[in-house]
């Protein structure tokens, strides 16, 4: 199956979990299979969307065990309920569709009535997995023995959720009929049906026939038997072909076009094909079919090659029957010759991913050019080798099926593409995403062991330990033992476990008796997250000629050497695991590790000794071990003391997270003419094991205008310097939890006019405060009913405490919640509760900027934590803008009232909800804001406990960052103060969290 990574300027960082998982105990039993055979004959319904079916299944039993029960996949059952696998990881992977789907839109099988040789077998559905049924055998089954079971049964085909499904009359029929699990050494491996995670299933032959109306046309696994059909096709091919290249107005992208009526009279269609362990269709009327033919050295007979697809984009696809070709022919030389008599491409809906593959068939979605068609089509035929010929436990091993393949696709892609690499066009350039994906996770501490169950791994996880990371191993493998050497080791596991099921362990003998070595290094990048780091140290050692190399890391490495002679040649030296010197000839001008023969080597910046050119890029890059990486953008930026800012950020941020990076953004204030801006570094230390997952410290500095002399106009400015050491716990992704501890210590310095006993201005004083805080934080991330709590302790010293500024000691925490009611339509909520354990001021009435506050805006941002365009400017409009945090109220109310102030207690709760029923591009909300808090009028009167609250409409995105909220009823006080504001424009609240919309926020916070 083929996944579309894309990697956009939000890609910069993908947080992927890290999980190790070991091989388990292999099992030295004597290797057997099962043997099927399928008879199955399906009536179409298009009007009901079903298929009325009868499964006549022969089964023998080759293992050396008696069974007493068969179990078999009715996996359209999936479909049924919120309570299958499948619905449950949907959810846990972002997709709701299924969730909120109308009981017309799911699907099931029903009607079973099982047989087995014509004596009535009870049958029951697992507990957890109503898709898995477990057929009770009327006598045992002795070793050895056939038995004949038949059940008729019915498909309720669902909408395109996944991979079974409809849209429209177009039908993709996939995991649709009774399929017997796999028994092997291991027991029984019954499976429900997942999205994310693949197949396993028993070798046979099939024979079936399929019953619908005759304008269909239909693309299936197996030989077509009926010649009337095939020649219709034929004809129909030869017709399309010259109409597609005479035509002058393909178009590439979605094209609608209309279901013709379905005709009155129907066609029965039959389908054969043996050493299969699956069997797909699919049917639209409005297919338009290409044909061609391949022949292949070593077989008589030619391979027929259909391309199948609608108008939309028939521009590409004119080519498909080529791409067909070409791709069958690069895996028989490349693996081993293609078995079959036909393979077909079709362009259909897909849900799951990009494409997928069925034996001698694949389906794929829409494509952006003609290279991602190429490449899509080629990693979906190489399948019929690394899923349909090498028949692998894709569940439990996925990178068995899906890295093997992946890492032929990127030879396909070098031969065939070589001015179009294999990855993503980025701002200009190629970035290769399966050595990003796996280094950012890597460098995270958030990898998973690319063999660890589908199930068990998180989204991203999967795509990169099963594609990306295992063919960055093979990858490093051919270029440590040569590619001639890694050729032939691979065609001869192709040709000792052909039509079988390899597991891990087969593969990794295979290997090392194919090369005659042990391959702990491939063993461990595949079945641990352990990682290697090489390193080139010091100088040539003149005596001896010698340089030094070091390792880090608990995964044995190869790893391969460039030296770059002062007549510009290029030797190449391969360094053992363990190695620590290298050889190095007195003419040699640079050294480096390359990246492309040394992929999985986690940081590639000590991978060069000699001249490395510095570069300029924008935005940013991939990272490159042989150049130094600078990158700027210029910046506009604006607030009222220092007016419009020209500026330009520099940093060293690359696609990949570094160890050490750095930021850097100066800016001239044009009202000002201060200097401003922002200075930030970070150092990032990975763990691959225990409870840790990440240690970070962070160290920031920026420094604005915050205040404005009114009768001078000079502004004075604020710096605050920042440092925060974070330590993020490793949790199983399944869980879906996240959490972290955080120390943090802030010194925040304002810039203040200092005026002498006249009056006059006389310089500028400091005002310097300090903050130590630590808290932790803990998520639970799910789809429906996201939750986050956190708590933090926090003590602020001032060198002198005057009566508006003293020392203090709060407990601040927050729940925060939702629930999503509709698809993409939320209710959010937020608790939080602020106490003072000492503040001399709890007694007093007086309103600073550090005492709880209903409002978060500028003036209650105390710690100078958010960026604010209008801090202390005064002016009306810069009370509109707001933040969540304390008190959270959405009110644009000035801090002269001292409305919703506290210096001892607050307590809030914020929700809103979206308007049901709306799109998702009418982001609409209700929202309601209350509060209780402690307050004093005075000093001498009693403290009294105050509620608020206030309540409207807004528009709110990116989950309430930003929004505008309109109030329209209120207490009888708040009521007062917001009628005083003016019109209902004059009352509204913008909520812009700029500091949250950093791009190094989003970076490391993307799931």
């Known amino acids: 199956m083929r996944f579309l990574l894309i990697f956009t300027l939000l890609s910069w960082h993908l947080n992927l979990s890290g999980q190790q998982t070991a091989a388990s105990d292999y099992d030295d039993r004597p290797y057997f299979q099962q043997e099927v055979g399928y008879l199955i004959k399906a009536t179409l319904d298009d009007q009901a969307h079903t298929l009325h079916a009868l499964l006549e299944l022969r089964y023998t039993n080759n293992a050396p065990d008696t069974l007493r029960e068969l179990r078999l996949h009715c996996w359209p059952r999936a479909f049924s309920t919120d309570g299958t696998a499948y619905a449950r990881q949907a959810l846990r992977n972002g997709d709701t569709r ?16 099982f047989r087995v040789d014509g004596v009535t077998a009870q049958h029951l559905f697992a507990e957890e997995a109503p898709d898995i049924v477990i057929v009770s055998l009327p006598t045992p089954m002795l070793p050895g023995q056939t038995i004949e079971l038949k059940t008729p049964f019915r498909v309720k085909i669902p909408a395109s959720f996944s991979r079974l499904g409809r849209v429209g009359q177009s039908y993709q029929i996939t995991q649709w009929y009774p399929k017997p699990a796999v028994y092997d050494r291991e027991g ?42 095939k020649t219709w096709l034929l004809k129909k091919a030869a017709a399309d072909r010259e109409r597609l290249q005479t035509s002058k107005s393909l178009r590439q992208g979605y094209v609608y076009e209309a279901f013709p009526p379905s005709a009155e009279k129907t066609k029965t269609l039959t389908y054969s094909a043996s050493k299969v362990h699956d069997f797909a269709w699919f049917a639209d009327k409005r297919f338009q079919v290409l044909h061609d033919t391949l022949q292949l050295p070593g077989r008589a007979a030619a391979v027929d090659v259909w391309a199948m697809f609608t108008e939309t984009d028939a521009s590409l696809w004119t080519k498909a029957t080529d791409y067909l070709k070409r791709a069958t022919r690069f895996y028989s030389r490349q693996v081993g010759n293609y078995p079959y008599p036909q393979v077909t491409g079709v362009q259909s809906a897909l849900s799951a991913g990009g494409g997928m593959e069925y034996p001698m068939i694949t389906v794929i979605g829409m494509s952006s050019s003609a290279k991602d068609l190429d490449q899509v089509l080629a990693h ?283 930021l850097a953004a100066p800016m001239i204030g044009t009202r000002s003419g201060s200097l401003n801006g922002l200075l930030g570094m970070r150092l990032t230390a990975p763990s691959h094991a225990g409870k840790l997952a990440r240690l970070s410290l962070n160290i920031g500095l920026q420094q604005f205008s915050d205040f404005t002399l009114g009768r001078t106009n000079e502004a004075y400015q604020y710096q605050r310097l920042g440092t925060r050491l974070e330590y993020t716990f490793r949790h199983a992704p399944i869980t879906q939890v996240s959490s972290k501890w955080f120390a943090q210590f802030i010194r925040l310095n304002r810039q203040r006019p200092r005026f002498d006993q006249t009056g006059e201005v006389i310089g500028a004083r400091a005002t310097p405060e300090l903050f130590f805080r630590t808290g932790y934080q803990r998520s639970v991330s799910r789809t429906l009913s996201p939750f986050t709590v956190a708590a933090s302790l926090e003590y602020k010293l001032v060198p002198t405490e005057t009566a508006f500024n003293v020392n ?101 709760v914020n929700v809103d ?95």
């Open 913 to 1007: 909800a979206d308007f049901p029923g709306l799109p998702g591009y009418l982001p609409l909300v209700f929202f309601l804001d209350a509060g209780y808090y402690g307050f004093k009028a005075v000093s001498a009167e009693a403290e009294v406990g105050k509620f608020s609250w206030a309540g409207g409409v807004g528009f709110s995105v990116a989950e309430g960052r930003v929004g505008i909220y309109l109030p329209l009823v209120a207490d009888p006080d708040t009521k007062v103060l917001l009628e005083q504001r003016g019109d209902l424009l004059q009352r509204a609240t913008i909520r812009l969290s700029l500091a949250d919309w950093l791009p190094w926020k989003w970076m490391d916070n993307l799931k």
């Open 98 to 113: 299924f969730h909120f789907s109308s009981p017309s839109e799911r699907g099931t099988m029903d009607s079973l009535h």
């Open 188 to 229: 029984w491996h019954e499976m429900p049906y997942l999205d994310q995670g693949e197949f396993y299933g028993e070798f046979g032959d099939f024979s079936v026939q399929i019953t619908l109306p005759e304008n269909y046309v239909v693309a299936a696994t197996g030989t077509l038997n009926e010649a009337g059909e």
């Open 380 to 662: 979906e035929v190489g399948h019929n080798w690394f899923y349909g010929i090498l028949g692998s436990n894709e569940r439990d091993h996925a990178w068995l099926d899906e890295g093997v393949n992946s890492f032929y696709e990127r030879r396909y892609l070098a031969r065939y593409w070589p001015d179009a690499p294999a990855g993503i066009n980025f701002l200009g350039q190629y970035v290769d995403y399966n050595r990003l994906g796996y280094h950012y996770l890597a460098r995270l501490g958030r990898e998973q062991a690319p063999d660890t169950p589908s199930d068990s791994l998180s989204r991203l996880n999967y795509l990169v330990g099963a594609y990306s990371k295992p063919a960055l191993a093979l990858q490093e493998l051919e270029a440590y033992v040569g590619t001639a050497r890694l050729d032939a080791a691979l065609q001869a596991y192709y040709d000792n476990w052909q039509f079988r099921h390899p597991r891990p362990e087969d593969f990794f003998r295979s290997l090392e008796h194919a090369l005659q070595q042990e391959l702990p290094y491939l063993r461990a990048a595949l079945q641990t997250n352990q990682t290697s780091d090489w390193a080139i140290k010091g100088k040539v050692d003149a005596a001896t000629g010698l340089r030094q190399l070091a390792h880090q890391g608990l995964r044995p490495a190869p790893a391969v050497a460039h030296l770059k002679m002062e007549d510009g040649t290029i030797l190449t030296e391969t360094v053992a695991p363990g190695t620590q010197e290298l050889p190095t000839p007195a003419a040699t001008s640079a050294l480096s590790l390359p990246t492309a023969e040394n992929p999985l080597d986690l940081y590639t910046h000590n991978n060069t000794r000699g001249a490395r050119q510095l570069q300029l890029g924008l935005v940013t890059g991939q990272e490159q071990a042989d150049q130094r990486q600078l990158f700027a953008l210029p910046l506009l930026a604006f607030n009222e003391h220092d007016g419009i800012m020209p500026g330009l950020v520099l940093h060293n941020r690359t696609l990949e997270p570094r160890r050490l990076e750095w």
């Open 808 to 908: 203090h000691l709060r407990l601040d925490a927050e729940l925060r919640g939702g629930y999503q009611y509709e698809q993409d339509r939320f209710l959010r909520w937020r608790a939080y509760g602020g106490v003072f354990l000492l503040n001399d001021l709890r007694d007093r009435a007086t309103r600073t900027s550090s005492g709880f506050s209903l409002l978060d805006n500028a003036e209650s941002d105390y710690r100078y934590d958010d960026l604010f365009i209008g801090r202390n400017a005064g002016g009306r409009n810069e009370q509109q803008l707001g933040a969540a945090r304390q008190g959270g109220f959405r009110l644009p109310i000035s801090p002269a009232f001292g409305y919703g102030r506290s210096n001892n207690y607050l307590l809030a």
